[in-house]
């Protein structure tokens, strides 16, 4: 008999997620099916927002109890239980695991081979990714395709428009009323030499508040004046690594034109682009090749760039290097690691690991899509859904012949209305279930050599360079005591000493 303990957790963001009980019912079918005992079972209950991952119980119960853990595997129905963020996933599994758990989601299948499960996982987390651009089983290219089509994909609109959905249920974009003319003075404005906070202090003052419902700050100010949209162009897929899917395959990113939705006239908006980027702004902190992308093996920091060290060492010009400035400073170690070196080391392996997996694109094709079909089959599964609907049926015959009895009318009439709303709420969820399954589709080998060709090319790309970098990288951490560089993308890892 293996033993085992169960993780179940309910996210009420997603319409297809399944109930903590659903859950923990399938595991324990799995358990008894494959010989496993179960131990202990942790949940957590109804956690709105991967903003409040670390606010759970359950997980930090079952964190605790790992290093003296009387179980063997964990189960899981499937593996965005431990996290959304693909991130937070990845440390989670990896701290499982190292405790000596094995994690075991009784809806995903892994491969055995521990490459393509590596591979596997890393699309999974994808997916899995809370990304703000749209409800999250949305694919990619499914929101891509219907940018090019006109439609808005975004979560929110931007200040000054808002989002209304046709009657055939597509989503565009129209110029609010109320916002649109603030929206175009904030550009007069900063283009007469107001500055961004005094803006910010103007909208607040007047009562407006940004796309989040937030007051304004410098910062939303400098968002919206730099926006392509304003004068009429969407620029989709430009966004930064935080707000993306960290596999999303997609570098190419979509300019579509609006000229319908002009607020801003190109002459003012360029205007606007010239103060912002004068002098007198705001110059934004370089992003540098391996920025936010190297760890500390010893305390899991990012690692820190020193432009070239001492002052002596500036005049020698010995060029910047590496170093953890948490490590430096707890007087651990402040040993350095020579940018050049790590650089080209990095780059060599990447781009042996894409020549690896180009020339072998149709297998990596066919494993991906088979990761993609079976999940698809998992999202058109509505099965739970027409249960409930068909129980609430019933409840509502019940109650129909209750009051045709004529007991307690008031009160029956009141639950019935409430079961009505509860069932029209359901109807529309399965609508969306489905609909949502079809938007998953699969990958051409093609597809995915363009994809690791784009890799490519944008790895010598100053502007992409180190978005590419933390999206396919899964591990990369530097032993600074030993020199030593553990680096991992797609599923092959490699240990580099220098
Ligand atoms: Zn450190």
């Not at 002009?262 to 980027?277: F, G, M, N, Y």
């Not at 045709?404 to 399965?430: C, F, H, M, P, Y």
Request: proline content about 2%.
């Amino acid at each position: 008999m293996k033993l085992a303990a169960i993780y179940a957790r309910y996210s009420s963001e997603r319409q297809s997620d399944k109930s903590n009980e659903d859950q923990i019912a399938e595991a324990e079918v799995f358990c008894k099916q494959n010989n496993f005992n179960i131990v202990k079972v942790y949940q957590d209950k109804e956690i709105t927002g991967w903003s409040d991952e670390s606010k759970r119980p359950g997980l930090n119960e079952l964190l605790k109890d790992l290093p003296a853990h009387d179980f063997e595997y964990l189960i899981l129905w499937k593996l965005n239980r431990l996290a959304r963020d693909s991130l937070l996933q990845k440390q989670l599994k990896r701290r499982i695991r190292d405790s000596g758990v094995e994690i075991i989601s009784i809806s995903q299948q892994l491969p055995k081979d521990r490459r393509a499960r590596m591979l596997f996982e890393t699309f999974t987390e994808f997916q899995d990714e809370d990304y703000s651009w749209s409800l999250a089983e949305d694919s990619m290219r499914g929101m891509m395709a219907a940018v090019r089509r006109g439609e808005f994909a975004g979560k929110d609109a931007p200040f000054g428009y808002k989002a209304v959905y046709s009657k055939k249920g597509k989503r565009t974009l129209v110029i609010d009323e109320r916002t649109g003319p603030v929206a175009r003075e904030m550009f007069e404005r900063f283009s007469k030499g107001e500055t961004a906070a005094s803006i910010a202090r103007w909208l607040n003052r007047s009562g407006h508040r940004s796309t989040h419902n937030n007051p304004f700050t410098s910062d939303s100010v400098y968002r919206i004046l730099k926006n392509e949209f304003y004068k009429g162009v969407l620029v989709f897929n430009n966004s930064t690594l935080s707000k993306r899917g960290r596999m999303n395959p997609y570098y190419e990113v979509l300019r579509v034109d609006h000229s319908e939705l002009i607020l801003v006239c190109p002459e003012l908006w360029e205007a606007v682009q010239k103060k912002r980027t004068s002098s007198r702004g705001r110059r934004p902190r370089r992003t540098y090749f391996l920025s936010k992308a190297v760890v500390c093996s010893h305390c899991g920091r990012f690692l820190t760039r020193r432009a070239s060290g001492k002052k002596k060492d500036r005049k020698k010009q010995s060029g910047a290097s590496w170093y953890c400035q948490n490590c430096t400073s707890n007087g651990y170690s402040s040993k350095t690691v020579g940018e050049k070196k790590l650089e080209s080391a990095v780059k060599s392996f990447l781009r042996s690991v894409i020549e690896a997996f180009l020339q072998n694109a149709e297998d990596f094709t066919k494993k991906l899509n088979l990761a993609l079909e079976r999940k698809k089959i998992e999202a058109s599964n509505t099965s739970t859904l027409e249960q409930s609907l068909a129980s609430l049926d019933e409840r509502i015959d019940n109650i129909l012949s209750a009051i045709e009895q004529g007991q307690g009318i008031a009160t029956l009439t009141r639950r019935l209305s409430d079961l009505e709303q509860q069932k029209v709420k359901l109807a529309q969820k399965i609508k969306q279930t489905k609909a949502a399954a079809k938007t998953i589709m699969m990958f051409t080998p093609d597809e995915i050599r363009s994809s690791l060709e784009l890799y490519e090319k944008y790895l010598n790309d100053p502007e992409q360079q180190n978005k590419l970098l933390r999206s396919i990288l899964s591990k990369c951490e530097m032993d600074l005591q030993t020199k030593t560089l553990t680096i991992c993308a797609f599923g092959i890892c490699e240990k580099i000493s220098f």
